[in-house]
């Protein structure tokens, strides 16, 4: 299968997942060798075949929905986001919950892929923020539509090379263990709640103080869909509560209810209450 011949399919194919082309267009090249790899044992021949397959099996959409999830991630990923929320935002909002008498920050990763992401926030939790708001407890969920992902996310060991942007002291602390894929430490795994769900039908209930949405809605779903899921979204959020999505990221035109909580940086309050 060629490119120009992958890159037809997902356009056609695309819509009909509630899905964007133009979100797979710099990372089409992992979504192609997937399909390849499926044309390949169905022994068919080319793309027609396979859309003459989808036309006639319905259930071989759920398959290539499947193939379609790009699973790129790392810890610390666009440490600025985690720098200004460790420095400053969650700060403010620990602050505020203990002139409450309240102690649990709430926290949702949506579209965690295989954990990188929660992790990251509670260890930044744990050794950035914990040790100024002493008593302070994270309750953490983390969803995705993999099994696979979350399956890998539940072992918690990880190649080193996806804790390079990883604050060096953090990374000494939270992945103790020698070799070239240590483990996380129990200690920072106690807090992460991992769920089977489709950010297209499935949330959590909340409300969260944070909700990292990165890469993920806002990035493949299409405009309706983006819609739809925002909206959902700052509905989970309690008044004041953070929103974080894809530093190459934008909200969809007509997103109320939401103000810049980070200067140019892709972080949002609710302050519609």
């Known amino acids: 299968m060629t490119d120009r011949e992958c890159v037809e399919l997902l356009q056609w194919a695309a819509p009909r ?12 090249g992992q979504v192609c ?22 036309e006639a099996e319905p259930s071989e959409w759920d398959v ?4 379609c999830r790009v699973t790129i991630s790392r810890f610390y990923r666009d440490a600025r986001v985690f720098d200004v929320l460790c420095q400053d935002l969650l ?7 203990r002139a409450r008498g309240e102690a649990t920050l709430r926290a949702w990763s949506a579209g965690c892929a295989s954990g990188e992401e929660p992790y990251t926030l509670s260890v930044l939790f744990y050794l950035g923020l914990e040790p ?3 008593g302070a407890r994270l309750s953490l969920v983390a969803t995705d539509a993999d099994a696979g992902l979350l399956a890998r996310a539940a072992r918690g060991c990880y190649p080193r090379g996806a804790l390079r942007e990883l604050p060096r002291a953090w990374a000494e602390r939270a992945f103790p263990g020698p070799g070239d894929e240590p483990c996380l430490a129990p200690e920072y795994r106690r807090a992460v709640d991992f769920r089977q769900q489709d950010l297209r039908s ?9 909700v990292l949405c990165r890469n993920v809605a806002f990035t493949y779903f299409a405009p309706p869909l983006q ?6 979204l700052v509905a989970r959020l309690v008044p004041g509560g953070l929103l974080v ?3 190459h990221e934008s909200l969809p035109e007509g997103a109320l209810g939401l103000t810049r909580a980070a200067g140019p940086l892709p972080v949002f309050a609710r302050t519609d209450v």
């Open 202 to 210: 499935q949330m959590p209930d909340g409300p969260f103080h944070l």
């Open 33 to 54: 060798k997937r399909i390849g790899r499926r044309l390949k044992a169905l022994g068919l021949s080319d793309p027609g075949a396979y859309r003459a397959r989808l």
């Open 17 to 28: 997942l509630r899905l964007r082309w133009e979100g797979f267009r710099r990372v089409r």
């Open 227 to 232: 819609r739809e899921v925002l909206s959902r």
């Open 91 to 97: 700060p403010a909002r620990l602050a505020s919950l």
């Open 64 to 67: 290539l929905d499947a193939l």
């Open 245 to 247: 999505i894809g530093g």
């Open 132 to 134: 100024r708001f002493p």
